[in-house]
């Protein structure tokens, strides 16, 4: 009777658990979601976009996105140790893997800028730009004063 009961605390303990996951990787989810929604409008009002620009313009950023985060997402994968336990041979080799990666970074960023300028202009695209960098900046901020408060 023991092992039944210990085993239906386990099994109720295990759904429970994957509930609550579940229920995390849903609100995060819904976060990144409007988070994105949010960074689309703010973009969209700075660089002062047409409908028309709009639609050819967000479904070539979103690509570009996804694959500056898959080229960021492969290079940290490996690198979870602490970088007490490298050796300098190890040390060395992230080094030159991170300025690998930050090169092939920049050549995606210059093949997408191209791409965009057959539908924004110069200016538009530098206003892209500097609303990044404000966007995430007024992210950080807002979440500093989030924890300031907690």
Do not use: H
């Not at 929604?37 to 002062?48: S, V």
């Not at 694959?67 to 140790?81: E, V």
């Not at 991170?98 to 090169?103: D, L, Q, R, S």
């Amino acid at each position: 009777m023991k092992r039944f009961t210990l085993f239906l605390f386990l099994c109720c303990a295990l759904a429970l658990g994957s509930t609550v996951a579940v229920a995390q990787d849903s609100r995060t989810q819904e976060r990144r979601e409007n988070v994105e929604a949010a960074k689309i409008a703010y973009l969209t009002d700075k660089m002062g976009l047409s409908s028309e620009q709009s639609q050819k313009f967000w479904p070539l950023y979103n690509e570009y996105e996804n694959k500056r985060r898959t080229l960021i997402k492969g290079y940290r994968s490996g690198y979870r140790r602490d970088v007490e336990e490298l050796s300098e041979q190890e040390a060395k080799a992230r080094i030159d893997n991170m300025f690998i990666t930050k090169e092939k970074e920049l050549e995606l960023e210059k093949e997408y800028a191209n791409r965009y300028l057959k539908i924004i202009s110069n200016k538009q695209l530098i206003k892209l730009y500097r609303g990044e960098r404000e966007f995430t900046k007024m992210l950080l901020k807002r979440l500093d004063e989030k924890r300031a408060r907690n």
